[in-house]
């Protein structure tokens, strides 16, 4: 074995290919026909969309288990431990279990060089393989069509919503992105539109791949009550739903989409109406706007790190009794931290400047002096996650602030879930 711990095999890994990013298929595809490769025999649903997609991911795979499937969900990225992108019946696969099934793809690969996100696709396609599972729940890393999630063919594919991000790669408008992201969709079987805005170019793939297009609001749609909810697909009605256990209005949107798929699943994957209750109430995702009340201070989590999500964040934050909201931002150099701020500013009454720790991240810097630029209220800097948290508590002791939110990154709320030491399941 070329390495006998996991950290090491991914230290290897980010060194590898020479692009952190290199979408394709080509040499996915080499590698996998090498490993003799076949389809799985079970149902495969595969998510993309800019905003919702891990969201929608969990609510399928805590509703499947539910139901008594012995499920497998592919994730990404992790907040906290790389074990997290790969789960095999709810429970994060081993290092032992990445080890082996980096060693067989690094045996087969011979000399083709894949990225980081490839090695880590490929080993989750190893491992569900020799897991007897039920249903494969594969969420896309980036984009779609080049994604390597999309070299598995997806029964039932998802588009959980479009917006602009990773412009550099899956284009400058909605239509192309949305064009890259339904790019999962195949001939034959359901393609799901979960927003109620969709780009021209999802139908047009639609038709051009033969893929059946549902939408919501049009082919199945859901009410939110105060208390619960309601959804509907052709002659298929359940009333009185629990709420998902993910906070927000828009996960009711992320589980109408979850249960439109399973619906056109249920010949070869039947749910009953207390499975579906069961997992909407157990369904556990860390850093989707977690609230952790410490010594009378609410802190809200999130890794709202693009405009559309930081849409739906400040949604989220008007429906919060009001407090006194210091937030902390810490963003990748590629996002559009500006339209971020503004959309945010009338919820946020004090801002920090917080650098990430990757090559990718918007300087610390550079955020500072945009912060500045747009208006709002600046109280500092820091190059370390954990000096911010430290810096805001202080803060809150001294009866400045009553919330604070940390927000822009997956890599500024792992380690604030590290400092506060929260359970996984947590809110």
Known sequence: MRFEHLSDWLRWQEGLHPSTIDLGLDRLRAVMQRLDWQAPRCPVITIAGTKGKGSCAAILDSM???????????????????NERIHIAGKEVSDATLCAAFE?????????????????????????????????????????RLD???????????????????????????????????????????????????????EQVAKQTGAQLLRAGRDFSHRQHEQSWSWQMGQQRFDDLPLPALAG????????????????????????????TTGL????????????EIAGVQWVLDVAHNALSAAV?????????????????????????MSMVELLRDQIDGWWAVGLDSPRALPV????????????????????????????QAKCAAGEYQRVLVFGSFLIVAPALDYFDVSLHSK
């Not at 499947?64 to 790389?82: D, I, K, Q, V």
């Not at 996960?251 to 010949?267: E, K, P, T």
Request: aromatic share 6%; proline share 3%.
């Open 64 to 82: 499947l288990r539910a139901g008594g499937y012995r499920t497998g969900l592919f994730s990404s990225p992790h907040l906290r431990r790389y």
């Open 281 to 292: 109430r157990n369904v556990h995702l860390d850093g989707r706007f977690q609230r952790i």
């Open 365 to 392: 810097a550079q955020l500072l002096m945009r912060l500045q630029s747009s208006g709002v209220s600046v109280l500092g800097s820091s190059n370390d996650t954990r000096a911010a948290l430290a810096a805001a």
């Open 249 to 276: 209005a828009v996960q009711v949107a992320n589980a109408s989409c979850a249960l439109a798929a399973l619906q056109l699943l249920q010949a070869r994957l039947p749910m009953t109406r207390a499975a579906i």
């Open 148 to 202: 390597a999630a999309n070299a598995i063919d997806a029964d039932v594919a998802i588009v959980t919503s479009i917006g602009l991000d990773h412009t550099e790669w899956l284009g400058n408008d909605l239509d192309s992105i949305g064009r890259e992201k339904a790019g999962i969709c195949r001939a034959g079987r359901p393609l799901l539109f979960g927003s109620m805005e969709m780009p021209v170019s999802i």
């Open 104 to 144: 067989r793809i690094d045996a087969a690969r011979g000399d083709i060089s894949l990225t980081y996100f490839e090695f880590n696709a490929l080993a989750a396609f190893v491992c569900f393989a020799a897991a007897d599972l039920d249903v494969w729940v594969l969420e896309v890393g980036l984009g779609g």
């Open 313 to 337: 964040l400040a949604e989220q934050l008007v429906c919060l009794p009001p407090r006194r909201t210091l937030a902390l931002f810490g963003v990748m150099a590629d996002k559009d931290a």
